[in-house]
Structure formats: C-alpha cells, structure tokens
C-alpha cells in the first residue's frame, strides 16, 4: 500500500512562526517591512523577490524532503493557483501540483485545455482539488450566487463535461450550467493523462458528487471516530455507484522532539489570541465548517480545553486562520496518530506546518520516518511500504 504526502503550499503569505499569530511576515499580505522576508526593502527600495519565489523555495524543499506534491489553495485573498502552478513545475522535478479551484469560474473548456497543457509541460504532475465554495463573502467575491447544492450540481456538470472533451470523439453535452457541441481536445493534450481528482466537501450534496467523481474524497481532520464515520458514509454512497474512492486528509501539525516543547509552542502563541474570535460564528453555508464548530468547545479558557482527543488539537484557526483541527506533539506521538489514521482508511495526506519551508524539512526529516514504527509486530507494513516517497 502506499500513502501519498503532499505539503501545502501558503498563497496568502506566511507566519514566521505561530508563536506570534497572524503576524504574516512572508510574503507581502501585511505590508512591506524590513524583516520581510519576501518582498523586502533593501536600501530603502523594494526589492524584487517576489513571493513566488519564496513559494519555490517551500516547493523545492517539501520536494526534497519527500513529499510528492503540493496542494495550492485558492481564496479571493490569495495568489492564482493555476498561474502558481505553471511557474513552480519549471522549479521542480517530479513535485505534483494539487490546484484548488471552484468549478463554477472557469468554463470547463477552458479548464481542459489549461489541464492538459499544465499535463503536456509538466509530465502528467497536475492534480485537483475541486472545491465547491462554502457560501458567505467568499462566495459573493466571485458574484456567485448559485445555492448550495446547485452547486454542487455545477460541479458535477462541469467534471462531466471535463471528462468528456478529454477523449477522442466530438462531445456534446446540454446542461443547466455548461454546454459545448463538437468538442475534443487536440489529439497532443488528449493523450495527457487526466489529472487525479481530490474532492472536498461534507454535505449530503457533496457526497453525492463525491461518489460519482471523486479519486479521492477529501477531507479537514475532525475527531478521529467522526472521520471514521463520515469515510463510511462516502464508500456506501459511492459503492452504489459502482465506484470505491479512496480517502485523504488536510491536516496541520506542531511536532518537536517532546511534547512538552511543541505544547510550548502553542501556549506561547495562545497569548496573543482573540478569545472573541473563538466565539465569532462561521460565515457562509459549508456544512463541513459547521461540523467543525460543533467541536469547539463553547467556553474556552485555556489552549488545553481544546484538545478533543490525545495530540488532536482544534484551535489552529485562532493561531492563524483556516482548518481548525491539526496534531500537537512529539515526532512519535505525531507519527502514531497519522498510523492510527492510516488504520482508518486513509491513502492520502496533505500536511501543513508554519512556517511552511523549515516544517516541511521538520515533518519530512523528523514525522514520516517514524510511519509505521507503532504497528510494527503487528502488520507486516514498515515505514518504507507506507511512504510513496524516496
Ligand atoms: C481539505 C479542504 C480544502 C479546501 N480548500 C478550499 C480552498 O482552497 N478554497 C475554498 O474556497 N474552499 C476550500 N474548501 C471548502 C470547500 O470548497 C467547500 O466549500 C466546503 O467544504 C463546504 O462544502 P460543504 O457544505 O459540502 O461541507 C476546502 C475544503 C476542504 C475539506
């Protein structure tokens, strides 16, 4: 069995650390200052390193330490993960790019061809992350007024239509969404082979789409026992189908060589965090924030009343935005609970760490080598079967 690792990739700046929250100082979301560290100002000029360049250096070394791609998220508040896309491959050898898009905004023509030149160029390295949009602000962002489930009934007109042009014979398809007549991909960006699909979303909406499209279905950690129970709902719905997804995970983590240093790590940062935000209401209609919301607890007064199961820690949110669940501790115990969830089902990781360049040498060096070691004696996999890595 193998288990990918992919590593996200931070298109909206950085933090330099979480020990002092939603200071972005990689990359130039929070101004431009000295300290820096993309762009920066050198004798009192801007200077021309851009965060792409910074980007390439995240890319480069979760590459080089073993991951075998990168998830490229995409927010009105960040970089194009296409346009990032195209310009990291050049910087990379064999590093896969996981673009998060909403298919609503691209017609799925467009979305084919950019594929399959991406393919063309790259060696088959484009992968997706379909992402169907939580509602709110985001959503209205992109003039998107579209229900929530009809959303989702875009999305799956779009993939149809996608899988459809990507053959050899003239597709016609005439939807509520999309339509095209005649249409094939040139014979060159046909042969690419179709990108991987990863598939997001927790609704009875997204499962539907899920069973019908997704590779794998993709999910935010939450408790490991309601993972469990919403992978079971997934594999039934698509086994109807005829079809067996396999499973992956977004996961942040704090790991040190003790669990005392990397509960440190969040004490420290804890005492810059807006407890009011704790409390603030998730906007938008994503079933899959909702469930989120339901595990953190009401009243919090300390980081340590969020920790919902052993290493399982849901507070990553108020230290710097997005997921909120995320792993806590050592190397070991972190290594441990990733196996657990391998146990569970899991094929797939996307792990993250700020800052994303030295945790991803952190994570690759010090976490995956550890895979496998808890259930050593009682499975024939080792740490060497479980990584699709070097
Ligand atoms: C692992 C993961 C990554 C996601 N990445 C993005 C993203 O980059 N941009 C975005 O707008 N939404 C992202 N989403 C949100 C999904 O598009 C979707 O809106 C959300 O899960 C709500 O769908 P639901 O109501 O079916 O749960 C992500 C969701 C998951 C689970």
Redesign the pocket.
Known sequence: MTIDFYWRIGMGGDHATLRTPRRLNRGDWRGIHPGNLTPAIRAGERDSYSYIDHMAAVAKASESAGFVGG?L???PGTDDPWAAAAALARETSTYRFMV?F?PGFLHPLQAARMSASLQHATGGRLVY?I????GGP?QLWWGDKVA?DDR?RRTSEFLDVLKGVWGSAPFDYDGDFFSTEGAVLPPQLAETPFPEIYF????G??VNAAGTHADYY???LEPFADLRAKFDGVREHAARLGRRPRFAV?IDVLARHTAEAAWAEIAEGWQHVDRAAANRQAQG?????GRIKGWVPENITDYTDLEVQPNVWCGFSLLRGG?AFGLVGSYEQVAERLDELIDLGVDAF?LAGNPHLEEAYRVGEEVLPLLGRSRLGRAETTAGSVLGVA
Do not use: C, M, T
């Open positions: 998830l998220p995409s927010f998060a909403q992350n992402i169907s949009g939580g985001a929530h989702y997001s979303g927790s609704s909406a997204a993709l999910s935010w977004r209609d994503s079933v899959g924030a997921p996307i």
